[in-house]
């Protein structure tokens, strides 16, 4: 969440895609050769394929947070597992700090694996006979670390995740919030660059859940990894996400920043999860204030221009003047006109009513 | 009408029926001639009748209602043999195929995605084994067949005679394939022996090292310390004899075991188990027995572990395996004793193969049912913290499916006890062994006090390795090391304190025996006279009730039960059980069973097989009866389905062999005895699938059911029963498979079906061919029942959607 600045473009992304496609099905590379890359799913199911992901191009760059958002059948979960190399993907391209993912041997691919990328599962994936701190030192273990130094490394991260005092507990003998922390120091205990989380908080009550969030937001907030996570839940991923992808049928419906996405849904199908939103909780005043005009006379009140609108609201509605708006450094940037709040808050939302 | 619109199955399963009977009806003139046993073949060689008549002679008769005698019993037939020739032309013929197979994968591989020539052949080389293997067989076995068969001057031999050519080639695999030039250091000169005989004879002396070795440990001896040496040397050296571990010291050790695995409960059993075992003085063999079940065990779980991993690996091994399993787990105990008698010899080593061949099946299915259930996720978490292959079988895979795994470890240790008695058929010592030479002289008490002997290592192992399997790894972090090696250190006090008690022994008793060191048979406790008393006692009392019954059920009951069997033609057999075979999978299974029959039907033991079925379907039926009641009445209370699981538990672990002996003793040597003990060991699965089944109707249902109003006769009848009815079946399924090898059993005590013959050809040196067939007869019987039960509980669980 740190910041929402489109990334500098000459900066190499971590993760890139190249029009990847996943089609399930016994002859999926003839067809999809054949269509000359428009795959039409109802065709492709018809011949007894299953279209999972269908041309997906992004690219996340270092540090950002970007949150692949759909219904259950989208693809999301393929697209992962296509970036992390579990399911081969069928056409396309995929590259991690500019390496191609797909030309890797099985070798370098374990190399890969073991040195930068870390996962996070919907239903934990624990090894059953291992401790808690057995469980994060598995991947140092499996890389050949000596068991001194793996269980140091896997102690400090049980003390992040906050089990401390419950590492020689098994993972049968926790709740579901805390098997996902381990989960997540196992995923975390060999430093990887590149953090997969699949549904990791989708298996935990609504009140965990929450609690989750924060933790991870708290985590990524001193990590800063680059984080692909997928989730079906919308009010999750406006919560974390720097960026959003919504998914639907494998093809990725609208990719944009939390605040684009509500305020701009480039399908039918998009707005619909946004209709519901509520817009004061998710967007911030940025995204809602006009520039500076200088003949403009400001009122005395500022607000920060990352704060979000629900906190701010009735002191800002308050005002009779525009309300100034600062960045960081105090500086004033914007002007917040009440018409306009109003309108964004509950503007659209009547004539959709009406429509 | 409309009922039976609604419902086509029913329409057909009137068919099916209307022409059994119509086919039994039209057997005419030969229906007194075939319902006594082998009464066609007889009369054919007397002369009364042809077995074969003529195209148009066969249609008349039918017009005339009247069954030709082709289709009442199926006549010997010939067959055309096939030839394996290695002649140029075929091995062209075979390079040819080779080629034409390659390129076609070939082909195919570059038409889909552009590989060279070297990566084709770097991803698909195994693939040239499997090519390899069929074009062998297609150019040097099927090219030559077919065109001795179209050009040349085929031979043909009988069907019946097929038991003579299995036997054949077995002898000739075993002595003379493949000759190689071996050192024989008696006659000190090079010989020329068959390359499959010095294998199996290789094995055999492993595993006879591995039971001495292992037998020597608790009973002591001298053979492990020969084999090291000699004999020579042995004798100038009268000190090295190795002692036997003082029973006292296993006795502690079990109890250990069971205290370490579960708790106090289990260490009595296991402690007055092994108690009881001593002080009766059946140490000696019941040690004999348990070197024999933890050698071959390991064995067996081992290769059970290979090939589970293996088929679970390639997904062609699977399917190749799982035929395999389905006879193997079909095929009666006896059969494997005949083929392994012929390659390995009679002894300690031939039982432990029959045994582990016996065992491994079981232990193959449950590590691949364990590997399976292995959640996808924990699979993907293993990759992605970078395992490769070994990392993520031995760290991830295995000890994920731990609990299948060692489940299939208990079932092998049970497995291997039931075959303790029947493998000392071919030579196997211990209780087994002594069981059957007191059977063998009528020392019924004798006999009930080994069987109890082996129920009791049975009951103690089975407990054990099930605790084992349900223990949860304990966490060693930070103890201290007396606390980390607590076992061990009180494992070695132990074995201490029993030395030292043996020690003292010698010179507390007189007389040379230590009964702190072994109990010899002679002086242990008996209840032998007690029990053959008690047992007089009975019969005096009971003798004309029990021979009234007897008689009522042999002549009443099972005779015109046998004769209806035998009198059905064999067209009428077919009829019948292909025609539910196609109302349970349609065509496809319809075909599967009349493979299955075929097989029977073309051997000359159809008359044989009847009986068996017969003999079977009795046990069943009344199994059956009686579990589906039993477990229904205790499934309406927790705590009688807790009783009853455990009590089919317990009599499960029983050895099928140790049966016999109880009934025996009530009803002597009789049919009624085996079908008695068929009704008893069929019944625990048809009993525990029943309570299973019942109880796993989900509460909710049985919830709305009462909200319905319904009573407890109604929930029963249209709630559970329907609900648990595919469960249900799949105990019948057992039941069928359990009678099958009860009765095979039963042939020990005499039985005039397919067990006869196979005990027959363990006393015959030429029996293998007679000895296999015989199984995979029984087998097939087993299967057919099998598919078609299987196939539809599988149909009406999809149904229910309870998959």
């Known amino acids: ?355 | 009408m409309d009922y039976l619109k609604k419902n086509p199955k029913l329409v057909q399963l009137g068919f099916v029926l209307i022409g059994f009977v119509v086919l039994i009806l039209m057997t005419g003139q030969y229906s007194e001639i075939i319902d006594v046993r082998d009464g066609f073949t007889k009369a054919v060689e007397k002369g009364q009748i042809v077995p074969v008549v003529g195209f148009s002679e066969s249609v008349s008769m039918i017009l005339r209602g009247q069954l030709p005698p082709q289709f009442v019993r199926i006549p010997e037939l010939n067959f055309l043999n096939p030839v394996v020739s290695t002649s140029i032309v075929y091995i062209l013929t075979t390079l040819l195929i080779m080629a034409g197979l390659i390129f076609n994968n070939y082909y195919a591989k570059i038409q889909s995605s552009k590989i060279s020539l070297i990566d084709w052949f770097k991803k698909y080389w195994t693939k040239l084994f499997l090519y390899a293997i069929i074009s062998i067989f297609g150019g040097l076995f099927v090219a030559p067949t077919l065109f001795t068969w179209f050009f040349g001057e085929p031979e043909t031999s009988s069907f019946w005679d097929l038991p003579i050519i299995v036997t054949d080639y077995a002898n000739f695999l075993m002595y003379e394939w493949f000759p190689i030039e071996i050192y024989d250091p008696d006659i000190e000169e090079f010989e020329d022996k068959a390359l499959i005989f010095q294998i199996t004879r290789g094995i055999s002396a492993a595993l006879l090292f591995a039971i001495a070795l292992i037998r020597e440990i608790l009973l002591g001896g001298v053979k492990t310390i020969v084999t090291f040496t000699s004999w020579d040397w042995l004798s100038e050296n009268k000190w090295a004899h190795w002692p036997a571990l003082p029973w006292t010291v296993v006795c502690a050790t079990a109890t250990m075991l069971g205290y370490a695995l579960k708790g106090r409960g289990l260490a009595m059993l296991a402690g007055f188990g092994t108690l009881y075992i001593s002080i009766f003085g059946q140490w000696q063999p019941s040690m004999e027995t348990l070197s024999f079940v933890l050698v071959a065990a390991p064995v067996s779980v081992i290769l059970g572990l290979f090939f589970g991993v293996w088929s679970y690996k390639s997904k062609s091994a699977e399917v190749a395996l799982a035929p395999l399993l389905n006879i193997a787990q079909s095929m009666p105990h006896f059969a494997y004793l005949v083929p392994v008698m012929v390659f390995f010899g009679i002894g300690d080593q031939a039982g432990a193969i029959a045994t582990i061949i016996f065992a491994t099946p079981p232990m193959i299915r449950l590590t691949l049912l364990g590997l399976k259930r292995v959640s996808p996720e924990v699979v993907d978490a293993g990759m992605m913290s970078g395992c490769h292959n070994y990392q993520l079988m031995f760290k991830v895979l295995i000890p994920t499916a731990r609990r299948d795994i060692l489940i299939g470890v208990n079932q092998v240790i049970m497995q291997c006890l039931a075959m303790a008695v029947i493998a000392s058929f071919i030579g196997a010592k211990g209780l087994g062994f002594n069981l059957l030479l007191a059977l063998n002289q009528l020392k019924v008490g004798q006999a009930l006090e080994l069987g109890l002997c082996i129920v009791i290592i049975a009951v103690v192992l089975d407990k054990l390795s099930l605790a084992w399997a349900n223990k949860q790894t304990d966490y060693f972090a930070d103890l201290p090391f007396i606390e980390r090696h607590k076992w061990s250190l009180l494992f070695v006090v132990i074995l201490l304190i029993g030395i030292a008690l043996s020690y003292i022994g010698t010179f507390l008793f007189k007389g040379g025996i230590n009964y702190l060191y072994l109990i010899p048979h002679t002086k242990g406790i008996t209840l032998e006279p007690m029990l053959q008393g008690g047992i007089d006692w009975f019969l005096d009392y009971f003798f004309f009730s029990l021979q009234g019954f007897n008689k009522w059920l042999i002549i009443d009951v099972l005779l015109p039960m046998r004769e209806s069997y035998l009198s059905m033609p064999v067209s009428a057999t077919f009829f019948l059980v292909m025609g539910i075979g196609y109302i349970v999978g349609g065509i496809r299974s319809a075909l599967i069973v009349a493979w299955c029959l075929l097989f029977i039907a073309l051997l000359e033991w159809w008359d044989r097989a009847l009986i068996t079925a017969y003999m079977a379907s009795f046990g069943v039926i009344v199994s059956v009866i009686i579990g589906i009641t039993v477990g229904s009445l205790c499934a309406q209370n927790k705590t009688a389905s807790k009783v009853v699981l455990l009590v089919c538990d317990t009599f499960q672990t029983f050895p099928s062999f140790v049966y016999l002996i109880p009934v025996m003793i009530l009803f002597g040597v009789t049919d009624t005895t085996v079908l008695i003990s068929v009704i008893i060991y069929a019944t625990i699965p048809a009993t525990r699938y029943t309570v299973e089944g019942l109880n796993s109707v989900p509460e909710d249902l049985q919830d709305a059911g009462s909200m319905s109003g319904v009573s407890r006769i109604q929930r029963w009848v249209k709630i559970e029963l329907p609900l648990a009815f595919p469960h249900i079946m799949l105990g019948v399924n057992q039941t069928v498979i359990f009678a099958l090898f009860m009765v095979i059993i039963g042939a020990f005590i005499g039985t005039e079906d397919l067990g006869q013959y196979i005990i027959k050809a363990l006393s015959d040196k030429q029996g293998i061919g007679n000895g296999l067939l015989l199984g995979l007869c029984v087998a097939c019987i087993g299967l057919t029942v099998d598919h078609i039960i299987q196939t539809w509980a599988i149909k009406r669980k999809q149904l229910l959607g309870m998959d």
């Open chain 1, 1 to 355: 969440m740190s910041s929402q600045d489109t990334p500098s473009q000459k900066e190499q992304p971590v993760v890139k895609c190249e029009s990847v496609y996943k089609i399930f099905g016994e002859n999926a590379k003839k067809m999809l050769q054949s269509s000359n890359g428009k795959v039409d799913a109802k065709e492709f199911q018809d011949a007894g394929c299953v279209v999972g992901v269908n041309n997906a191009s992004f690219e996340v760059y270092h540090g950002e947070m970007l949150v692949i958002m759909g219904l259950s059948g989208s693809g999301k979960s393929t697209l992962l597992r296509c970036i992390s190399r579990l399911t081969d993907t069928t056409a396309g391209q995929i590259f991690i700090d500019g390496e191609d993912l797909l030309a890797l041997s099985g070798k370098e691919l374990i190399e890969l694996r073991r040195n930068k990328m870390g996962m996070v599962f919907q239903s934990f994936a624990l090894l059953p006979h291992k401790t808690v701190v057995e469980n994060i030192a598995f991947p140092l273990q499996v890389k050949g670390n000596s068991t001194k130094d793996s269980m140091t490394r896997a102690m400090e991260m049980v003390e992040l995740v906050g089990l401390a005092g419950r590492e020689n507990y098994f993972p049968r003998e926790l709740s579901g919030g805390q098997q996902q922390r381990v989960g997540i120091a196992r995923s975390l205990a060999v430093e990887p660059d590149i953090w997969f989380l699949d549904e990791p908080f989708s298996a935990l009550d609504p009140l965990i859940r929450k609690e989750m969030q924060d933790e991870f937001l708290r985590l990524q907030g001193v990590l800063k990894k680059t984080i692909l996570f997928v989730t079906h839940d919308f009010d999750e991923a406006l919560r974390l996400a720097d960026r959003i992808a919504i998914m639907k049928d494998g093809i990725i419906e609208q990719l944009d920043t939390p605040a684009n996405i509500v305020l701009n849904p480039a399908t039918e199908y998009v707005r619909k999860f946004t209709q519901e939103v509520p817009r004061e909780k998710v967007l911030k005043i940025e995204a809602v204030m006009d520039p500076l005009d200088s003949s403009e006379e400001l009122s005395d009140l500022k607000v920060s221009k990352d704060a979000i609108i629900e906190t701010v609201v009735e002191a800002v509605l308050n005002e009779k003047k525009p309300v100034a708006v600062v960045d960081a450094n105090n500086k004033t940037v914007g002007a917040l006109h009440n018409s306009k709040v109003i309108h964004v808050l509950f503007g659209d939302n009547k004539e959709e009513t009406n429509a």
